[in-house]
């Protein structure tokens, strides 16, 4: 199995901040890594497949990047609405592994 | 207006069975791979199993395997988990998942439905 781990697990952080969240996998998916947004009691949102290509209607100030095994996802300019947990998960083969999430919290 | 949307969650005992459904709207249902991801609380997502468009293939998690079983309805626009002999560690939160372009892209879900395995 694939395994997925994202670092840190928790981050606090102010409005307009700019944060970085990083995903690292235990072998290579090329390019088949997503990012997802989960606010509780909501679905989960796809913002990021294919490493960099975001998703419809995801404003631009989300941004991925990385290859192989090492992933980022940055967001420029918090916005109010984006404090949520975020996690990677890899689409290279089933069993399509999330990693443990990124909770963003409000500083 | 896509929409998904789980019921067929409810308390069970060890043991039990409990059957899942999925209606879809929205979208022609018919044409997309469909999954159940599932998770516990304070826990992150699992994904649990996936079906092709005409249900002639399924793929499910080791930990479910030979104990739950995918299938769906095109004509009904329904997806369906069929979950026996459930364990306490299958208590969780079950998603169901649209899967858009290439495989493990998950680009819709549901809001969930919640399965509680306990006596």
């Known amino acids: 199995d694939i395994q997925m781990t994202q670092s840190p697990s928790s981050l606090s952080a102010s409005v307009g901040d700019r944060v970085t969240f990083t995903c690292r996998t235990s072998q290579s998916i090329s390019t088949y890594l997503n990012w997802y947004q989960h606010k509780p009691g909501k679905a989960p949102r796809l913002l990021i497949y294919a490493v960099s290509h975001l998703q419809s209607g995801v404003p631009s100030r989300f941004s991925g990047s990385g290859s192989e095994t090492d992933f980022a996802l940055t967001i420029t300019s918090l916005q109010p609405e984006d404090f949520a947990t975020y996690y990677c998960q890899q689409s290279y083969r089933p069993l399509y592994t999330f990693g443990q999430g990124t909770k963003l919290e409000v500083k | 207006e896509v929409q998904l949307v789980e019921s067929g969650g409810g308390l069970v005992q060890p043991g039990g069975s409990l059957r899942l459904s999925c209606v879809a709207s929205?979208?022609?249902?018919?044409?997309?791979?469909m999954h159940w991801v599932r998770q516990a609380s304070g826990q992150g997502l699992v994904w649990v199993s996936r079906?092709?468009?005409?249900?002639?293939?399924?793929s499910y998690a080791d930990s479910v395997k030979g104990r739950f079983t995918i299938s769906r309805d095109n004509a009904k626009n329904t997806l369906y988990l069929q979950m026996d002999s459930l364990r306490a560690e299958d208590t969780a939160l079950y998603y169901c998942?649209?899967?858009?372009?290439?495989?493990?892209?998950?680009?819709?879900w549901g809001r969930g439905t919640l399965v509680t395995v306990s006596s």
């Open positions: 998942v649209r899967e858009i372009g290439a495989p493990g892209n998950f680009d819709y």
């Open positions: 929205g979208f022609t249902f018919s044409s997309h791979w």
């Open positions: 079906i092709n468009r005409d249900e002639s293939s399924t």
